[in-house]
């Protein structure tokens, strides 16, 4: 694992089509109880779960940890009942009035409003910490320094390009649902380019109703970290 940021593995649920969304878009879960496992399990490896603030806002919250096994072993660790949970945004305003805001975890707003710098600056109501998004290298850092060794991205597609485009994911959980949605909701935004990189398959796993998990790490002779 790299000292200079967290091991980072992306995590999502996607149709056959490669579709986050049905065509009208909102907030959507394709994913079955299979895949609910698979993210939990996710969860319970992570010390911080990173979602975007349009996915916040569509969905109210972040995923949480409820299988009992998972949130013992935590326990049993040392560690906190569920993952700290980052908001990267732009503007750095989250409405106050989320469901997010009553879950039992952590809160680290990540703002890359105009003007940010890395000085410390409060934190708006609601979240525990603010820390500065200029680009993502530095902030990555300063939060490997603050003890976040693992890292679970939750989305969305911009999220998941901006970071794939900078080379920094270091694995790709996908789990394979047997829907087709169509529409232009794909989970990597049109038009972005991304840094070359070869994905070798760790884990593949067949899950109830049809769906299959497909584990990709980067190759490490391509920069990428190692679990």
Do not use: N
């Not at 949605?181 to 070798?200: F, I, K, Q, Y």
């Not at 593949?204 to 002779?221: I, M, P, T």
Request: glycine share 12%; charged share 20%; net charge neutral.
């Amino acid at each position: 694992m790299s000292p200079q940021r967290p091991f980072i593995r992306l995590v999502l649920a996607v149709s056959l089509d490669g579709r986050l969304a049905p065509p009208q878009g909102g907030a959507a879960q394709i994913g079955g109880r299979g895949d609910r496992r698979l993210l939990e399990e996710a969860l319970a490896w992570a010390d911080a779960a990173l979602l975007g603030a349009e996915t916040l806002r569509r969905h109210g919250t972040t995923c949480l940890i409820h299988a009992p096994d998972l949130l013992d072993a935590r326990a049993s660790e040392g560690r906190s009942p569920q993952p700290t949970a980052l908001v990267a945004s732009r503007s750095g305003s989250i409405p106050e009035g989320l469901p997010f805001f009553q879950q039992p975890l952590e809160r680290w707003l990540l703002a890359s409003a105009a003007g940010a710098t890395h000085a410390p600056a409060p934190a708006p109501v609601g979240f525990d910490r603010r820390l500065a998004l200029t680009s993502w290298s530095p902030t990555l850092q300063e939060l490997a320094q603050l003890g976040i060794a693992r890292l679970v991205v939750l989305g969305g597609a911009a999220l998941a390009g901006s970071l794939l485009a900078e080379g920094l994911l270091d694995e790709l959980q996908l789990t394979i649902c047997p829907r087709l949605l169509g529409g232009p909701h794909t989970w990597l935004p049109a038009g972005v380019a991304l840094e070359p990189a070869v994905w070798e398959l760790r884990e593949q796993r067949a899950l109830e109703g049809g769906e299959l998990l497909l584990r990709y790490g980067c190759s490490v002779s391509h920069g990428c970290s190692v679990s």
